[in-house]
């Protein structure tokens, strides 16, 4: 079971950057595919970004493609999402997601979150 703890939200104006980062521990890393989601108040949790396990391939949400890049490094069990761009909807709860895939079953396992606020 891996264990996940984000960092590197804030406060950021419309326009800023920030980078996340999620360090994972109590598992081998690189056989999760790991993704970043968020839930901004009211609203359900959304996908934000994915990458495999190899890192050799990703996948985003319309809404931050161009703005976001997701990446992974296996030797630091570390995934980051590098957010540019930011915009006032990019307010959120950002949270850190490992999924192991044995056949058909999948093991999802979440980090506490890190809050972004974009405001002028």
């Known amino acids: 079971q891996v264990q996940l703890v984000e960092s590197g939200g804030g406060l950021v104006q419309p326009g800023g950057s920030l980078r996340l980062s999620c360090a994972a521990s109590g598992s081998i890393f690189s056989i999760y595919t790991m993704g970043w989601y968020r839930q901004a108040p009211g609203k359900q949790r959304e996908l934000v970004a994915v990458i495999s396990t190899a890192g050799d391939n990703t996948n985003y949400a319309d809404s931050v493609k161009g703005r976001f890049t997701i990446s992974r490094d296996n030797a630091k069990n570390t995934v980051y999402l590098q957010m540019n761009s930011l915009k006032l909807e990019d307010t959120a709860v950002y949270y850190c997601?490992?999924?192991?895939?044995?056949?058909?079953?999948?093991?999802?396992?979440w980090g506490q979150g890190t809050q972004v606020t974009v405001s002028s």
């Open positions: 997601n490992g999924r192991r895939t044995r056949g058909p079953s999948k093991d999802d396992y």
